[in-house]
């Protein structure tokens, strides 16, 4: 995984700080694999309660501001049928 220990933790106050339903906060994509370099900061979590757009415009403006990486943030409501990019991104990911 390439993001530290203190990152993973930062990621997930964020993150609760401004959705208090989310569950299970993970990475996917290129960072969970060590052997590449670069890429952006792939999330997937999923919520009781949608987010707005708004509230999640603002989630990635602070989680780019903290990391100084670009975010992809894949929110999934619970209970509700996955995206494809949903289940590709639950399906290789490593809980933060």
């Keep these: 995984m390439r993001i530290s220990p203190a990152q993973a933790e930062q990621i997930t106050q964020i993150i609760r700080a401004q959705c208090r339903d989310a569950i299970q906060i993970c990475l996917f994509g290129s960072r969970i694999d060590d052997k590449r370099r670069g890429g952006d900061l792939d999330l997937y979590f999923e919520t009781q309660h949608p987010l707005p757009l708004l509230e999640q415009a603002d989630l990635i403006r602070r989680l780019e501001e903290a990391t100084h990486l670009p975010v992809d943030l894949i929110i999934h ?12 991104a639950q399906a290789t990911d490593i809980a933060l």
């Design 77 to 88: 409501p619970h209970g509700q049928p996955r995206r494809p990019i949903a289940v590709i």
